[in-house]
């Protein structure tokens, strides 16, 4: 289960309302980062989800994650974040052992 905070979602509709042809935020993770894992968000169409994919409908917002990143995204909070030190989304992952400095990647 994901977890949206109400800063996110704000965030999300709002920027979805900006992108035509764009019905939901695709969250998954790759291989990379210093920590050996980093989260990748996009706004998807309808034509970019697959018949793997499982989607999830969280206080009206469309989420859309394959199943490989299932694995690592379960009970995760995403967080929109607006201060002096940055602004964007943000992951908490109570699933992660290790988190590097910047927040960007992690390990399992």
Known sequence: ???LT???????INL?????KKIGLRMAVRGGGCSGFQYDLKFIGDD???DMDQEFVV???KI?????SALYLNNVTL????GLMGTGFK??????????????????
């Open 59 to 61: 206080d009206g917002v």
């Open 16 to 20: 979805l309302s900006m992108e035509s």
């Open 1 to 3: 289960m994901i977890t």
């Open 64 to 68: 859309i994650i394959d199943p490989k």
């Open 91 to 108: 992951i908490t992952n109570p699933n992660s052992k290790t988190e590097c400095g910047c927040g960007e990647s992690f390990s399992m």
């Open 79 to 82: 967080n929109y974040e607006d």
């Open 6 to 12: 109400e800063k996110s979602k704000n965030e999300i």
């Open 48 to 50: 970019e989800i697959t």
